[in-house]
């Protein structure tokens, strides 16, 4: 597949203790917009941010809490996209957890997939 031009851009804002079920939700989200056949996915931990909740959480080592702050990037066509936010909603319900998922315009500049392995190889 070769993307190229204008695209979309989602983003998801979690906590990294939130789950979905007995996995963490942002492996969740990934492995779902891998079977949904997207582009690619990465997630991205932070260092520090706060929430709705305005807590501060942060990566500290005398912090117990090992809550930090999740950004799940996923870049495709705009249809793609608009499919897959009805699979995330309906993530967010089962987690039962909160989060901010946005949208917005991008342009891809250089997109080039590699080979890809099996899904088999492709599994830890």
Partial sequence: MEITG?????????GESDKLGHLPLYE??????RDADLAGATVLKGVLGFGATARIRTHKI???SSDLPMVIEIVDEENKITAFKDTLSEMFQQARCGGLVTLEKAQ????IPGNKKSRADARP
């Avoid at 969740?28 to 917009?33: L, S, T, Y």
């Fill in 62 to 64: 005398l912090d117990l």
């Fill in 6 to 14: 204008k695209v979309v851009l989602l983003r998801v804002f979690i």
């Fill in 28 to 33: 969740a989200i990934v492995k779902r917009a």
């Fill in 108 to 111: 891809v500049i250089h997109y």
